[in-house]
Nanobody, 117 residues
Framework: QVQLVESGGGSVQAGGSLRLSCVAS???????????MGWFRQAPGKQRELVAQ???????VYLDSVKGRFTISRDNAKNTVYLQMNSLKPEDTAVYYC????????WGQGTQVTVSS
């Protein structure tokens, strides 16, 4: 069973930055380096959406609304994926989760990001 633990959220003012981390563990995660990973977010009353994803080779894809502001990266030695978020906007407020881009892993608790204007 895969376990995903997100951290790094918080409350910031618009224009601020946060760095989220997601540590993956579990017996099936011995091949983390071969797995694509993604960051999702879910705002109150809205569907969960895929914000960014990174493949095993390091190529990345972003939601249009975060391009140029968010950067996804990974450290395979630490089984960790990161999301650097700069120039945050109030509309980025949501609970952020990591998962396989298909959403096929068990969901962690997520980490709350709140951006005030």
């Amino acid at each position: 069973q895969v376990q995903l633990v997100e951290s790094g959220g918080g409350s910031v003012q618009a224009g601020g930055s946060l760095r989220l981390s997601c540590v993956a563990s579990g017996s099936t995660f011995s091949i983390f380096r071969f797995r694509a990973m993604g960051w999702f977010r879910q705002a109150p009353g809205k569907q969960r959406e895929l914000v960014a994803q990174i493949c095993s080779g390091g190529s990345t894809v972003y939601l249009d609304s975060v391009k140029g502001r968010f950067t996804i990266s990974r450290d395979n030695a630490k089984n960790t994926v990161y999301l650097q978020m700069n120039s945050l906007k109030p509309e980025d407020t949501a609970v952020y989760y990591c998962n396989h881009p298909s959403g096929s892993d068990y969901w962690g608790q997520g980490t709350q990001v709140t951006v005030s204007s």
